[in-house]
Nanobody, 123 residues
Framework: QVQLVESGGALVQPGGSLRLSCAASGSIVSISAMSWYRQAPGKQRELVAQITAGGSIDYTDSVKGRFTISRDNTGNTVLLQMNTLKPEDTAVYYC?????????????????WGQGTQVTVSS
């Protein structure tokens, strides 16, 4: 019913930039929040940035001033602009959405995840 697809991951040199995109599709009625998480090898998954339908934005401290999260006009695509990348930003980046969707005649709320996109920062 609902699918999240990420794109934009790549190998980039330290100091470089990348832009990740996550598109949500399906029988979506509304999205209350969209988030980016990341998981580095041997580490727990951590919240990187979140944007709500009301426009509230939060970042984890390590990316403040370097990363920018935004949503497009449809509200179903979330972007993560990553600048001044560091080797410690290397991870698989996942998109997550808290949303309401319709299945036949009923409405449901749920949390959905994308498949992840690899970001590697290395010289």
């Amino acid at each position: 019913q609902v699918q999240l697809v990420e794109s934009g991951g790549a190998l980039v040199q330290p100091g470089g930039s990348l832009r990740l995109s996550c598109a949500a599709s399906g029988s979506i009625v509304s999205i209350s929040a969209m988030s980016w998480y990341r998981q580095a090898p041997g580490k727990q998954r951590e919240l990187v940035a979140q944007i709500t339908a009301g426009g509230s934005i939060d970042y984890t401290d390590s990316v403040k001033g370097r990363f920018t999260i935004s949503r497009d006009n449809t509200g179903n695509t979330v972007l993560l602009q990553m600048n001044t990348l560091k080797p410690e930003d290397t991870a698989v980046y996942y998109c997550s959405a808290d949303l309401t969707y319709k299945n036949r005649l009923r409405y449901y709320t749920g949390n959905f995840w994308g498949q992840g996109t690899q970001v590697t920062v290395s010289s």
